[in-house]
């Protein structure tokens, strides 16, 4: 399930950031967020995942890039309570089953 309206912040070993502004693309790429295609000097917003090591130090990588649209989608579902799961296309997946559940 990739939408929920619980959002249990319980002890996860992993967690992801959404950045808040926007970056111009210095490559080709994939959208994170619905893997559609990143040119160079689109607007984009980098996503990062957080996760501690044995030593319970937190450790990060970029996971991708969001495209402006889905940027968008991303903050309006989160402004509406929603908690997102972040694996490849999840935008696109979250839409789907918002779109299946509240319309």
Request: with cysteine.
């Amino acid at each position: 399930m990739s939408i929920s309206c619980d959002c249990d912040y319980g002890d996860y070993d992993w967690y992801y950031t959404v950045e808040d502004n926007e970056r111009n693309a210095n490559s080709e790429g994939k959208c994170y967020g619905c893997c559609g295609q990143i040119h160079v000097g689109d607007e984009v917003r980098h996503i990062e995942q957080f996760e501690y090591n044995e030593d319970d130090e937190k450790e990060y990588q970029q996971l991708g890039r969001l495209c402006p649209v889905c940027s968008g989608l991303y903050d309006s579902l989160i402004e509406l309570g929603f908690c997102l799961e972040a694996d490849w296309g999840f935008i696109t997946e979250a839409m789907d089953e918002y779109k299946r559940e509240y319309k």
